[in-house]
């Protein structure tokens, strides 16, 4: 019975939730392992649109136990309107467990995030101003609040006075900012505590044990690959490990125990904020792409850069990784091209480079050099099985799964949980 991770591939919004979904209903465990509410999934279950920011995909499939891991970083305000939303919508969202070791976003991480968002100027991240960035520093600062200090008040208190000691001086003196109260911080933390209380456990744990007892256990990286704090396009990153190391760190389940790791990758590529972009496309057909792919952030609503695929960074995300599988996303979105191009190499002042440089003003300068595929005009969104798809379109993918180095599992050609085909079972 295996322990698989699923992590996004490119820059993020790959698809990630609906490959989740669909393993989910096939798992006993769904385990949000990294990030917070600055990303999100869209799950398309019998036409009903799902958007989901802070909690594992896992939590639409009935009789799947969704954990909120210690790598996370919650908002509870946002999980609890998020947590009533689906109960609105007739969702059973009794099951999920939260990480008692997970950390708390406090009110100041917001404004931080915010104030210093803007304070960066043309020098900005492109953060969401959710305040992720700011609790993730305060954990490594080991100045943070985490889930179990909301049931003692007092350590909660002491925790929040020596957070703001330091912080207001931050937004007053810098900013220009209303020092923030101990008081109505703490109060604000509070509101939820005992609503929160009965999902709390010692998660590392239960999923331990759940491993132990033979059951399936899937881990749900939030960001992606090229987004990760170590691993990405440093500084234009998320704050956390959103490669599949990150799902032992934030889960607690030893790397020893994990099966199969999946990477999903779109059959183009698009990232939201700043930060370099090889094959972006400024002109029409990053438009076509953006229009016809929806691409607009389902956390924030930005429109997202688009641009062709990218087998540089599908082969070092392979690598840094170490993927068994590839999902890949979107394909219906490339009908009607007469021709595709695939970036598989960069050049960079002459010089050609078929890995992805180590050097991050080397990457911010490459040029995408491209191989065109034929494309196709048919109409794809009803093929269940490889075969069914228009010969072109086989050869675009088994093209993608040569160059990117890691076979192609699954290939998503609509949004809904049943459009897609399945070449190898992921969970076999």
């Not at 947590?83 to 931080?112: E, F, K, Q």
């Not at 304070?119 to 490594?140: C, E």
Request: charged share 25%; proline share 4%.
């Amino acid at each position: 019975m295996p322990a698989v991770v699923v992590l996004g591939a490119q820059w993020g919004d790959e698809g990630k939730g609906k490959a989740t979904d669909q393993l989910g209903s096939r798992v006993d465990y769904v385990v949000k392992f990294n990030g917070g509410n600055n990303a999100g999934h869209t799950v398309v279950i019998d036409g009903e649109k799902y958007a989901l920011h802070l909690l594992p995909s896992g939590i639409l499939s009935p009789g799947v136990t969704p954990v909120i891991g210690n790598g996370v970083v919650i908002d509870l305000e946002v999980l609890f309107r998020e947590l009533d939303a689906l109960i609105a919508r007739g969702v059973d969202v009794s099951r999920l467990l939260v990480s008692a070791n997970a950390h708390v976003i406090a009110p100041y991480h917001r404004t931080i995030d915010r104030v210093t968002e803007r304070f960066l100027g043309k020098r900005k991240i492109g953060t969401t101003g959710r305040g992720i960035g700011p609790a993730y520093a305060d954990k490594i600062s080991r100045v943070g609040i985490r889930v179990q200090d909301l049931f003692d008040e007092h350590i909660l208190t002491q925790k929040v006075e020596g957070a703001l000691d330091q912080k207001n001086h931050l937004l007053v003196k810098v900013f220009n900012r209303r020092a923030m109260t101990v008081e109505e911080t703490v109060e604000e933390l509070l509101a939820n505590a005992e609503r929160l209380r009965p999902m709390v456990v010692d998660a590392a744990l239960v999923l331990n044990e759940a491993l132990d007892a033979g059951k399936n256990v899937l881990f749900e990286a939030g960001q992606a690959t090229m987004l990760d704090v170590d691993h990405g396009t440093y500084p234009f990153v998320t704050s956390s490990s959103a490669t599949a190391g990150g799902a032992c760190t934030g889960s607690g389940v030893g790397p020893t125990r994990i099966d199969r790791v999946v990477g999903v990758i779109k059959a183009y590529t698009t990232r939201v904020g700043e930060g370099p972009f090889p094959t972006e496309l400024l002109d029409d057909s990053g438009e076509w792409l953006r229009q016809r792919g929806g691409e607009f952030g389902t956390t924030t609503g930005r429109p997202r850069r688009c641009g062709w695929y990218d087998a540089v960074v599908a082969r070092y995300s392979s690598r840094v990784n170490g993927l068994t599988d590839l999902v890949l996303t979107k394909l219906d979105t490339l009908t009607g091209l007469a021709t595709i191009p695939v970036c598989v190499a960069y050049e960079v002042d002459g010089v050609r480079h078929a890995e992805m440089p180590y050097d991050q003003s080397q990457f911010h300068h490459a040029v995408p050099v491209y191989e065109e595929f034929e494309g196709w005009q048919e109409d794809i969104s009803g093929a269940r099985r490889f075969e069914d798809l228009p010969p072109a379109a086989q050869r675009y993918v088994l093209a993608l799964e040569e160059i990117s180095g890691t076979r192609i599992s699954a290939i998503g050609v609509g949004p809904g949980r049943e459009a897609t085909i399945s070449r190898f079972d992921l969970l076999d």
